[in-house]
């Protein structure tokens, strides 16, 4: 049969990335012990040279559907664009996936489990030659009080949830399988005023309300301290954080986000 896509293409137009987006697959993913599955949204690109007229776009799935069959670990996400870079000819690969992940809660005084999703995103590119550069991606909530508000009220402070973004890129690909998603979300997860729950029996609610309120912090507050949280955290050569609490008494939302590359 003829490979149109292969054809000669006279336009002199190095394709940066080609692919495919929005496909959705189930996938073991491994952290460390706990391995759970999910359905994951993707993006899977390569470099297309400038005289061929385009990729070979059922290898991309060929090469995703051989991965949903045993659990993958963010140190296998070099190993897809290895796989890339091969099969597809290319010089240039990346890839984005995006999926919910779940840690277990244990409620703070009736030690309830149950359990809570965050979204998580794996993001690696990687040219022939080089080694990976990962991005862990996390949307981590939990609960802010308003300092102001505890402060010039009789009794009482609004508090509100929030959410704080975050992307980490990491120096050294070599320690990639030190990477833990569940703890870097209780990294997080700690820097609001009290964590948040799925499952909160009356003790536990009492718990959390007062645990909020003895750590007020404005969405200020918290952005520095993550910052100052990410910056002790080894093998990191870059961060972005974004927080956002979603008031409860005013009709906008407060914002706070940093950038900053530490390698």
């Not at 984005?96 to 489990?113: D, W």
């Not at 320690?175 to 799925?198: H, M, N, W, Y």
């Not at 990410?230 to 914002?255: G, W």
Request: overall charge negative; charged content about 25%.
């Amino acid at each position: 049969m003829t490979d149109v896509q292969n054809r000669h293409d006279g336009r002199g137009i190095k394709i940066q990335q080609t692919g495919i987006t929005r496909v959705h697959l189930p996938f073991f993913i491994a952290d460390g012990e706990n391995v759970q599955q999910v359905v994951a949204q993707i993006r899977f690109a390569v470099a297309l040279v400038d005289n061929l007229r385009g990729t070979h776009m059922s290898r991309f799935m060929e090469i995703l559907t051989d991965r949903t069959k045993v659990p993958l670990k963010i140190s296998d996400v070099e190993k897809i664009l290895l796989d890339a870079l091969e099969k597809l000819s290319t010089d240039f690969a990346a890839i984005t996936l995006s999926f919910k992940f779940f840690t277990e809660k244990l409620s703070p005084v009736s030690q309830k489990s149950s359990l809570s999703a965050v979204d998580c995103v794996w993001s690696g590119e990687l040219e022939r030659g080089g080694r990976i550069k990962f991005t862990l991606g996390l949307s981590v909530p939990f609960t802010s009080l308003c300092p102001c508000s505890k402060e010039i009220s009789e009794f009482g402070a609004h508090n509100q949830r929030s959410l704080c973004k975050v992307r980490l890129t990491f120096a050294n690909a070599d320690k990639l399988a030190d990477v833990s998603i569940e703890k870097f979300v209780r990294l997080i997860e700690a820097q609001g005023s009290a964590e948040i729950f799925p499952l909160l029996k009356r003790e536990d609610e009492k718990f959390v309300t007062e645990a909020a309120y003895r750590n007020p912090k404005f969405v200020e507050d918290i952005l520095r301290d993550t910052v100052l949280t990410l910056r002790r955290v080894e093998n990191l050569a870059a961060f972005a954080v974004e927080c956002e609490n979603f008031e409860s008494i005013h009709n906008h939302n407060a914002f706070a986000s940093h950038e900053e590359i530490l390698s």
